[in-house]
């Protein structure tokens, strides 16, 4: 699917300039795509540069976490809820461990753990299936919450706003984890339809509504206040909460007499390590993105649908950020691209470059979940799961917009 998409992008590129070229007398059309693949390419080293020590700081920070413990004590908090949303998976089994353990790693935006956490629970999972290639009921519950992004601590997001000038970069803070909290109960809700799964359980319903009215508590005490009294609000108070964080951290390392410096530097060398690896596929994809507006295709889609958006009386600002929520079900790092791609074109702090972030954060990357999650156990017949995927999709672009519109409108 990337590769169509990468692909893609050139080809129709070339139709484009062709068409500018040989009919529209623009004869500079391909000069200026071969600018903007030198200037994109450029563009993505100095941003990977520029994330090295952002990244070393805060993976350094999520390793103190999670040699003090935090990520073990996530683990039994979610516990109970795991039991009831998992039926056909036996008490004590091993795979409830491993869920709780990968659901725990995202929360702390623990990427590297989760994955292969993660993949180890699919595998546990596909001990109890009796149809090894087709997808568990327990299976798919587990990759739809996967996608659907359960994250607490979007720091990948607050580092490239960082690099792309945000004068404030966690101000989306609040907005992405309302954004994420809506893409999970939509796909947790969609699962549970296709699934039959008793939602109206006491424990289920007291771990929900626990969380809602954290979130619709947010939400309402937001919305009453004026514009700027909200966004100077919301600031404080994701700093405040971060901040807070990495105090625990520490803090709860000193007390259980753990080296936090030696972690520190063991997760700092891993940040080091991600943000040279990503350039690659930074540079893959921002050229490719810059070719494709380069030569007047983004544009044209893009005006396409702003007229179509002006014709029901709706405001466009919110079209600008599409081509990041068009991207996300397909390719993490393609999405990642176009959001960089939206705040170098528009600012970082402009309502499309802060929107492009609250989408990039609400949902994880569905397509690329299912390949390597299922891909991991020769799942083929994935039933339910695609559409219940998109639905968690769908429910935190709609989410994004609105709490976007909220914050920052």
Known sequence: MLNAIWVGFFLVAFGFAVVNAVFLGHSDSFALIMKATFEASKSAFEIALGLTGVMALWLGIMRIGERAGFLQGLTWLLAPLFKRLFPDVPPNHPALGAITMNMAANMLGLDNAATPIGIKAMQELQTLNPKHDTASDAQILFLVINASSVTLLPVTIFTYRAQAGAVDPTDVFIPILIATYCSTMAGLLATAFF??????????????????????????????????????????????????????????????????????????????????????????????????????????????????????????????????????????????????????????????????????????????????????????????????????????????????YLFFG
């Not at 060398?269 to 490719?288: E, Q, R, S």
């Not at 005006?303 to 002006?310: E, M, P, Q, Y």
């Open 195 to 404: 699934q039959r799964i008793n939602l109206l359980d006491k424990v289920v319903l007291a771990y929900l509504a626990a969380i809602s009215a954290v979130v619709f508590g947010l939400v309402a005490y937001f919305a009453q206040l004026p514009a700027a009294e909200m966004l100077r609000q919301s600031s404080l108070l994701s700093n405040v909460l971060l901040f807070g964080l990495v105090t625990l951290f520490i803090g709860g390392a000193a007390v259980k007499r753990v080296n936090a410096y030696e972690a520190f530097i063991e997760g700092a060398k891993d940040g080091f390590h991600t943000a040279v690896t990503i350039i690659p596929y930074l540079v893959a994809m921002l050229v490719a993105i810059a070719v494709f507006r380069a030569s007047g295709a983004l544009d044209l889609f893009m005006k396409a649908v702003r007229s179509g958006v002006l014709g029901m009386g709706w405001d466009t600002r919110w079209v600008d950020a599409l081509p990041t929520a068009l991207m996300k079900p397909l390719s993490g790092s393609g999405a990642r691209a176009m959001m960089i791609d939206t705040m170098h074109t528009y600012g970082a702090d402009s309502f499309a470059g802060r929107l492009a972030s609250v989408i990039q954060g609400s949902t994880e990357t569905t397509f690329y979940v299912l390949a390597v999650y299922f891909g991991a156990v020769g799942i083929k017949r994935v039933r339910h799961a695609v559409a219940c995927g998109l639905l968690a999709d769908l429910g935190g672009l709609i989410a994004a917009v609105g709490v976007t």
